[in-house]
């Protein structure tokens, strides 16, 4: 599967995550709030019956009350009013003893239900604003108790109108508002985030995986097209080389025998340097590669380095400038490791640089550090290969650019000699400016 096919496929997975989440989580939430609704429904009813057993525990209380049963207050024409509103169909809807305490003077105390209700919501974590209205049978307020917008009203739940007497009801009136309903569904959420986070991850993880299997298979692509083509000269070269001695042909030639000898030699020395460069990057990487750590002479390999690379095999005028000031101080290092990543260096600088190479390798100590300091004036490197340039391989990715061969282990190889010996490489570098490398070293 190509790549953009991968995060096509990535992102859809995403995206019915997010939808399926959200589609839940709507549906979860209307179901608490109808809950939580039906809740507070029914804590009003209680409300309203605690709140007529109180009138009606007075009632009992009062001297004045004589208590008669249903066919006593039919036989007694003195209370032929009661008898009149015990018979009206409001019988089966309101309590009838509503309707006695009503005569008595003993009305809905709408103070004490407020206080009643008040307390029931505080019990299930509730302490929103609410109105208790009290109205007539056309609709008209007899007396409300409470703070809500008006604006509010309309829209907030209103729970069911309680008959009182005579078509009197009293309502509740509420905002029921997303965060309480959020409040209750809080270890819900928890979980539910939860989970979606563990099906992110293992989404992400996954795409990670296919992202580094495809990388894997890129880079080996890369690495065998640089194979292929950068081996192929040097393969080619030893080849004519060994023909030409076996012809015979070089044998009454001894200059020309010299010099394809040393042709051929130097072909089979890079090669062999290549090989040695791999095996010690994975002996590096697997921990394996014990340093043998030496009074190394820095200046000596230093001018050493400058003479090797004095003459480009690309016609290239090449300068090299030194200084070393380590202030008599010894340093102890790898001599073969750090010839070998400074070499790599300078050889990166040469090839991707102009036809005048200009190169600077400064050494000094400070701080109680060796500072190892390599500056061009190439190409430069930009911001987005900066993040990737000391990988492995990496110039096999960008083969062709600037035309220059390699299969992108020089500054792998730099990065993991220089952290061997517990120091850091930096990097400083602007297109068509130039870079500057510096190996930071502690002294041991």
Not at 207 to 213: D, E, G, H, N, V
Request: charged share 25%; proline share 1%; net charge negative.
């Amino acid at each position: 599967m190509k790549i953009k096919g991968v995060w096509f496929v990535f992102l859809i997975a995403l995206l019915f995550l997010l939808i399926f989440q959200s589609v839940w989580l709507y549906s979860t939430y209307n179901t608490k709030k109808n809950d939580l609704e039906n809740r507070i429904n029914d804590l009003f009813l209680e409300s309203s019956r605690e709140e007529f057993e109180l009138r009606f525990d007075k009632y009992l209380k009062d001297d004045s009350v004589k208590v008669i049963s249903l066919e006593e207050a039919r036989s007694d024409t003195s209370i032929i009013k009661t008898e009149r509103i015990l018979n009206t169909g409001e019988m089966k809807e309101a309590n009838m003893f509503q309707q006695v305490l009503e005569l008595m003077g003993k009305h809905i105390e709408i103070n004490s239900l407020d206080s009643l209700f008040n307390e029931k919501l505080a019990d299930i974590g509730i302490s929103n604003d609410y109105l208790l209205v009290y109205k007539d049978s056309v609709g008209n307020i007899i007396e409300q108790i409470g703070e809500l917008p008006s604006s509010k009203i309309d829209k907030a739940f209103h729970t069911d109108a309680l008959l009182i007497v005579d078509g009197k009801r009293v309502q509740a009136i509420m905002d029921v508002t997303p965060d309480i309903v959020f409040r209750q569904m809080i270890w819900l959420l928890v979980a539910s985030f939860l989970m979606l986070f563990v099906l992110v991850f293992c989404v992400i993880y996954q795409a990670k995986t296919i992202f580094t299997q495809y990388k894997l298979n890129r880079l080996r692509e890369d690495f065998v097209h640089a194979l292929t083509h950068d081996m192929k000269t040097p393969l080619s070269t030893i080849n004519n080389v060994l023909s030409q001695f076996r012809s015979g042909l070089l044998d009454n030639h001894p200059d020309m025998k010299e010099r394809f000898g040393e042709i051929g030699m130097d072909q089979v020395a890079g090669l062999q340097m290549l090989v040695e460069k791999i095996l010690t990057i994975a002996k590096l990487e697997r921990g394996r590669l014990l340093l043998e750590r030496s009074d190394t002479d820095l200046p000596g390999i230093v001018k050493e380095l400058k003479e090797r690379f004095a003459f480009s095999k690309d016609d290239k005028q090449v300068t090299i400038r030194s200084s070393c000031d380590l202030k008599d101080c010894s340093v102890y290092l790898d001599t073969t490791l750090i010839k070998d990543a400074i070499g790599n260096l300078i050889e990166n600088a040469v090839k991707y640089s102009g036809k005048s190479v200009v190169i600077d390798v400064d050494c000094y100590i400070m701080d109680d550090r060796l500072f190892i300091r390599i500056r061009d004036n190439g190409f430069g490197i930009s911001l987005k290969d900066q993040q990737k340039i000391f990988e492995k391989f990496e110039r096999g990715t960008a083969v062709s650019r600037k035309r220059t061969k390699g299969f992108g282990l020089g500054l792998n190889y730099v990065k993991h000699v220089t952290e061997a010996h517990g120091g850091i490489v930096t990097l400083y570098s602007m297109e068509n400016r130039g870079s500057e490398f510096t190996l930071v070293l502690p002294l041991d």
